[in-house]
């Protein structure tokens, strides 16, 4: 039909964009750059945008994504699954969040929390500013005999530092008090100073979902390299050979999500 009229826009696609993509999906893991990641929403959540960045239809056994709250904006009621965990991350800006009706507590970049299964949330944006916050969903698997975690809600700045490798150049803050069995995974920032590497090719069953926070670097990823920086978002799925290599000039550090403690299902 001729004489169709659009609207009015002032934006243009950028020369040389047409098939130019670093996200790459294979059979056991993605590499996705953000800007291939489009807007969902949520139903649970009001004046929010949510980029999924790993789900089970592509291979995850876990839902991983970003929301972001424009002011006034979040969670429209206290949400809570039965069986489902979660676990946010305040990538910036200012959220209130409450636990199981508590009063809000305000979580700064940094602040995080952990919901077992059934607990009930809010989570809302009272700035002025768009916040993000990074969410993963995980099905509990629960274990005879013992009880579940308790709700936590905590900065990176109360967990410390460690180095259980020995090797220098290398940081590790565990997010979820490490080796309790009571969690079935794990929340780890890992830093890194500029060209200090993984020692070897690791190939090994847990699954990851990594989201870069600073610096940069090379991933290996299968068979390839791919460059990393802040954003950029990896899914690694069981027995994928991975291996990091920090190129920038500052420090790098990502978030990494682990499935742990628990035996092989058969």
């Not at 139903?43 to 709250?69: D, H, M, N, S, W």
């Not at 830093?191 to 940069?216: D, I, N, R, S």
């Not at 978002?233 to 550090?253: E, L, S, V």
């Amino acid at each position: 039909m001729s004489g169709r009229v659009f609207p009015a826009a002032t934006g243009r696609v950028p020369p040389g964009a047409i098939g130019h993509n670093r996200g790459t999906v294979r059979r056991n893991y993605a590499f996705m750059p953000p800007e291939g990641v489009l807007v969902s929403r949520l139903p649970q959540y009001q004046k929010t945008i949510a980029r999924i960045l790993a789900a089970p239809v592509l291979g995850a056994c876990f839902a991983q994504y970003v929301l972001e709250i424009a002011p006034g904006g979040g969670t429209t009621a206290p949400v809570g699954e039965d069986g489902i965990q979660h676990f946010f991350y305040v990538l910036t800006g200012e959220v209130m969040f409450s636990i199981d009706g508590a009063a809000p507590t305000p979580l700064v970049v940094g602040g995080f929390a952990y919901l077992p299964p059934g607990v009930p949330l809010t989570l809302r944006n009272e700035t002025e500013e768009t916040v993000r916050v990074m969410v993963l969903r995980k099905r509990y698997e629960p274990i005879a005999g013992r009880a579940m975690p308790e709700p936590i809600l905590s900065h990176q700045d109360a967990v410390p530092m460690t180095n259980h490798t020995g090797m220098e150049g290398r940081g590790f803050q565990f997010l979820l008090p490490y080796g309790d069995m009571r969690f079935d995974f794990e929340m780890n920032l890992m830093w890194f100073k500029p060209g200090v590497c993984f020692p070897a090719v690791e190939t090994h069953v847990m699954e990851h979902g990594l989201y870069m926070l600073e610096g940069q670097g090379l991933y290996f990823l299968g068979e390839d390299w791919h460059e990393i920086w802040a954003s950029d978002f990896i899914w690694m799925g069981g027995f994928c050979p991975q291996q990091f290599y920090p190129t920038g000039h500052t420090d790098a550090c990502y978030l990494l999500y682990k499935n742990v403690n628990r035996d092989v299902a058969l």
